[in-house]
């Protein structure tokens, strides 16, 4: 994917919806910007390009912005193929929006590029390669647990950060007493034995529609099901994470 020569690209972590998860770093390297691109994911999902404008609006008006549509990603040959395809058109679309000479070029990540975001892999596949600068943000995973005002990890244990994918298909992680549990669009958390597991979940973490639930799994799962159906056909798309904890 052609980009131009000299170009900087600035990931710039946002937080999860709560415009004061911005940090000053991430403020001045907006203000920094020739450049901010801005994704365009449909009507559906329009009031995630919203915030991105909202953001831009209060820190940096002056800076010019530009937008690229998402590309939909297929899975017609299975999961992971359909994701570096996916991948290769999202390269493909920000090398069509970024006009020539532009300099540095911003891209606002929803939570932090570094957990379970592509970002840094699409950015990979720009030729010439540019000079990427990373500022970090409050993750999905740092909203949650304050959101309910829980430690993520028990004392002195570890926690396996894993995907509902992966969950459903390989069960409880191995050797982890907590499971932090990402795009999940199932509800993963049903194909578990709900006997002694708690879960912290939450749903659009961070916006003013935030929606939070916890208890045992086998009282807590079933609303939380219900829920996050209701929640996704009312706004037409949800975005949720939760924390599991065995009992030793």
Known sequence: MRTRRGMDLILIGIGTGDPGHLTRAAESALRSADLVLIPDKGADKADLAALRDAICDAVASDVPRGRF?????RADDGYLTGVE???DALAAAWSAAIPPGAGRVALLVW???SLYDSTLRIAARLRPAPRITVIPGITALQALTAAHAVPLNDLGAP???TTGRRLRDHGWPRGADRVAVMLDGDCAFR????AGVTIWWGAYVGMDRQMLDHGPLAEAGPRIAEARAAARARHGWIMDIYLLARAA
């Open 191 to 194: 194909t578990l034995d709900p």
């Open 85 to 87: 395809a996916w991948h």
């Open 69 to 73: 549509a998402v590309p939909e990603r």
């Open 111 to 113: 939570g932090d590029p």
């Open 159 to 161: 926690v396996t950060i």
